[in-house]
């Protein structure tokens, strides 16, 4: 799959406004600028496993398409929802646990880069990885 493999973030895009939008304070939001994530995409069938490393943390995510799954964000927010393939995107659908506002993400294979969009009460920022 085109997922598949190993990709460091190399720029975003109104990734503050985005972070500011969902309560993150600014100390918080100018770490996150420069965390140095790496994610580690396998997919097998119909399950995938994501391994996240970044200045803050390691955490593994295993789920299974369109299966509901709790995720805590590096800053502590607390997510339920689901990620689903739909053509040659993956859409992840979610709510926060603290409000039950909706926070969607889109991952896409543009070219040689992994982009990553969230979408978050009207604000969208974009996180581009490329092959590390």
């Keep these: ?3 598949d493999g190993t990709w460091k973030v190399d720029r975003n895009e109104n990734y503050d406004q985005f972070m500011e939008k969902m309560g993150i304070n600014m100390v918080k939001r100018k770490l ?7 994610i ?5 069938g119909n399950k995938m496993t994501v ?3 970044s200045t803050f943390r390691t955490v593994d995510i295993e789920f299974e398409f369109g299966v509901n799954f ?7 927010t607390e997510l339920n929802g689901s990620w689903n393939l739909e053509g040659n995107k993956l859409i992840g659908k979610f709510k926060r646990v603290d ?3 909706e926070l969607n993400a889109v991952r896409e294979i543009v070219g040689d880069e992994l982009v990553q969009t969230y979408t978050y009460q009207g604000v969208e920022a974009k996180r581009i990885f490329k092959r590390a």
């Design 1 to 3: 799959m085109a997922f």
């Design 70 to 76: 709790s995720y805590s964000l590096a800053d502590g």
């Design 32 to 38: 996150a600028a420069h965390d140095n994530l790496k």
């Design 51 to 53: 391994h996240e490393s």
């Design 99 to 101: 409000n039950g506002n």
């Design 40 to 44: 580690t995409i396998t997919q097998t």
